[in-house]
């Protein structure tokens, strides 16, 4: 539900559930840190930012993360493209450059929030809204994602289902409540092997280009 507050005498308990030791997820980031290192700046309390960042209004080191590779790919590249006269939409190459994308293994039980069902969302009095809405009301979904967090402080992440790959699932995880060694980069048969997986190389390109076609997109040189 779009403009609307938290409500003040919230007594009820969001839904969690676990994200289980030796579960992996994929993620695309920037080349230069590690595969589970968590952002630690955190967004504009208003512009810019994802779905679920950090402000200074709640400061914590935060991973988007997804079940699948195509999840990673589609939250995190897929936004927002436009299409050409053709219908073939183009990703810009400043949106690749420098971003790799690789896997990170869960060595213990994590407690998530679940924001995946319509019963999972009215328990922390939501819709559909906050995990569907467009970026143009993300200044509003940090601040019920925040709001969300104060309520379960077990909570090491949330978990909804993907608005870009719809039926698969998309995670965001709190730095600053997943414990040091609960998660670790890892491979995977479905991460391409070597300098495949980083953007910036021929290998890399080719696989990513290869990869986008499936959803109808180009990268596009600039």
Same mark, same amino acid.
């Given at each position: 539900?779009?403009?609307?507050?938290?409500?003040?005498?919230?007594?009820?308990?969001?839904?969690?559930? $676990?994200?289980?030791?030796?579960?992996?997820?994929?993620?695309?980031?920037?080349?230069?840190?590690?595969?589970?290192?968590?952002?630690?700046?955190?967004?504009?309390?208003?512009?810019?930012?994802?779905?679920?960042?950090?402000?200074?209004?709640?400061?914590?080191?935060?991973?988007?993360?997804?079940?699948?590779?195509?999840?990673?790919?589609?939250?995190?590249?897929?936004?927002?493209?436009?299409?050409?006269?053709?219908?073939?939409?183009? /990703?810009?190459?400043?949106?690749?450059?420098?971003?790799?994308?690789?896997?990170?293994?869960?060595?213990?039980? /994590?407690?998530?929030?679940? /924001?995946?069902?319509?019963?999972?969302?009215?328990?922390?009095?939501?819709? $559909?809204?906050?995990?569907?809405?467009?970026?143009?009301?993300?200044?509003?979904?940090?601040?019920?994602?925040?709001?969300?967090?104060?309520?379960?402080?077990?909570?090491?992440?949330?978990?909804?289902?993907?608005?870009?790959?719809?039926?698969?699932?998309?995670?965001?995880?709190?730095?600053?409540?997943?414990?040091?060694?609960?998660?670790?980069?890892?491979?995977?048969?479905?991460?391409?092997?070597?300098?495949?997986?980083?953007?910036?190389?021929?290998?890399?390109?080719?696989?990513?280009?290869?990869?986008?076609?499936?959803?109808?997109?180009? /990268?596009?040189?600039?």
């Amino acid at each position: 539900m779009t403009n609307v507050q938290p409500p003040a005498a919230y007594a009820q308990t969001p839904a969690l559930t $676990t994200l289980g030791a030796g579960t992996t997820v994929f993620r695309i980031h920037h080349k230069h840190f590690p595969a589970d290192a968590f952002n630690p700046v955190p967004s504009h309390k208003y512009y810019g930012g994802g779905r679920f960042d950090a402000t200074q209004d709640d400061h914590y080191p935060f991973m988007y993360a997804g079940s699948t590779v195509d999840v990673a790919v589609a939250e995190t590249l897929l936004r927002d493209l436009a299409p050409d006269p053709a219908g073939i939409r183009q /990703l810009p190459w400043p949106r690749v450059a420098g971003r790799r994308i690789s896997s990170v293994e869960v060595t213990a039980d /994590l407690e998530l929030v679940s /924001l995946r069902s319509a019963a999972d969302l009215g328990a922390v009095a939501q819709d $559909t809204w906050l995990t569907s809405c467009d970026p143009r009301d993300y200044a509003q979904s940090r601040h019920w994602a925040h709001w969300i967090r104060s309520h379960a402080n077990s909570a090491a992440g949330y978990v909804w289902l993907s608005r870009r790959e719809p039926g698969a699932a998309a995670y965001v995880l709190f730095g600053d409540r997943v414990p040091a060694t609960a998660i670790a980069a890892s491979a995977h048969p479905d991460v391409p092997p070597g300098d495949e997986a980083d953007f910036d190389t021929p290998r890399g390109r080719r696989a990513l280009r290869n990869r986008l076609t499936r959803y109808n997109v180009a /990268l596009s040189r600039r």
